[in-house]
Each structure stands twice: as structure tokens, then as C-alpha cells.
């Protein structure tokens, strides 16, 4: 049973950190693209930011700057630092991994930016 975990939100002020982790688990032969998606209420899902396996990085133009997404393939395992937060970046945020050739979402971390 492939799993993905992801912990590290909460509640922080504007202007403030929080670093996301996601861990994959299971019966795993490779990973491929790995990602973080966020959805606000009343909006859709979309991307923040995705990496390859090989390192390459893509951002969404309202996070770039502000934002950086990395991974350890030994540890299967993504990151995503955030800094310098507004409270747009509110919403619950997904992490995506393609593995085994197979797309795989984990359950949604939420985090709050607010004073």
C-alpha cells in the first residue's frame, strides 16, 4: 500500500515560515515528478510547485521568490519551505508524487495565515 504523509502546517502570521514535508511509504519502485497543490475554499485545486526527480523546479508566478520546493529521493520524501506568507496563501495543500508511473495524492495539510 503506497502512502503519502505530509505534515508541518498550522497557523502563522503574515509574514512568517512554515515548512511542509511529505514522506512516501510503501512498496515503491521509483518517484518520479513530486509536487504541491493547494486549494482555498470556493477555488480550485492548483499548483504551487513540482520538481522532478532529477532536481528541476517549476513555481507558480504567485509564489516565486517566496517559496521553495525540494526533495530527497533517498528518504522519499518533498519539501516545500514557505516564507513570507499572506494570507492568500491560506488554503489546504496537497502533495502529489507520480510513483510506480502511478499518480498519488496525500491527505492535505492545512495552513492558515493570519493575524
Known amino acids: 500500500q503506497v502512502q503519502l504523509v505530509e505534515s508541518g502546517g498550522g497557523l502563522v502570521q503574515p509574514g512568517g515560515s512554515v515548512r511542509l514535508s511529505c514522506a512516501a511509504s510503501?512498496?515503491?519502485?521509483?518517484?518520479?515528478?513530486m509536487g504541491w497543490y493547494r486549494q482555498a475554499p470556493g477555488k480550485q485545486r492548483e499548483l504551487v510547485a513540482a520538481i522532478t526527480r532529477g532536481g528541476t523546479t517549476n513555481y507558480a508566478d504567485s509564489v516565486k521568490g517566496r517559496f521553495t520546493i525540494s526533495r530527497d529521493n533517498a528518504e522519499r520524501t518533498v519539501y516545500l519551505q514557505m516564507n513570507s506568507l499572506k494570507p492568500e496563501d491560506t488554503a489546504v495543500y496537497y502533495c502529489?508524487?507520480?510513483?510506480?508511473?502511478?499518480?498519488?495524492w496525500g491527505q492535505g495539510t492545512q495552513v492558515t495565515v493570519s493575524s
Open positions: 510503501g512498496s515503491i519502485f521509483r518517484i518520479n515528478d
Open positions: 502529489k508524487a507520480e510513483i510506480n508511473n502511478y499518480p498519488r
